[in-house]
């Protein structure tokens, strides 16, 4: 049997983080969660080929979601990143760093934990 996929998520918000790394696990994936973006950052750099997806929240201290998404694409162009955002419009489509993290989604809070999982799922398994 392989691994299951390894999943980051990144939000500021401890609870979301909790909440959606648990959800992920009891659906099969292994998560690893961060509050802290940099530190998120700083993780993922000592071993890029080990995610398969990054979940990030677009506002958090530090460093915003589509900065970090940047900054990832420095070592992995292959890693599928979900925005999760309750201030997404979309002026941030046509945005230059917008393009340059390459997204591959974007959800809008309140997300339910349903389509989470569904987006999870193709995301990893849609390669």
């Known amino acids: 049997m392989s691994t299951p996929p390894i999943v980051m998520v990144v939000d500021d918000d401890?609870?979301?983080a909790y909440i959606f790394g648990e959800l992920l696990k009891r659906s099969g994936f292994n998560t690893v969660s961060f509050t802290d973006p940099l530190l998120a950052l700083k993780y993922f750099n000592e071993n890029p080929r080990e995610y398969w997806l990054v979940i990030a929240d677009l506002k958090m201290p530090n460093l915003n979601g589509?900065?970090?998404a940047k900054k990832i694409r420095y070592n992995s162009s292959t890693?599928?990143?979900?925005l999760i955002t309750g201030f997404f419009d979309d002026e941030?489509?046509?945005n230059d760093d917008f393009k340059e993290a390459r997204i591959s989604e974007v959800l809008h809070k309140p997300v339910k934990?349903?389509?989470?999982?569904r987006y999870v799922h193709e995301l990893c398994y849609s390669m």
Do not use: S
């Open 14 to 16: 401890e609870e979301l």
């Open 79 to 82: 890693v599928k990143i979900l």
């Open 66 to 68: 589509i900065d970090l």
């Open 92 to 94: 941030y489509l046509n």
């Open 113 to 117: 934990l349903k389509e989470l999982q």
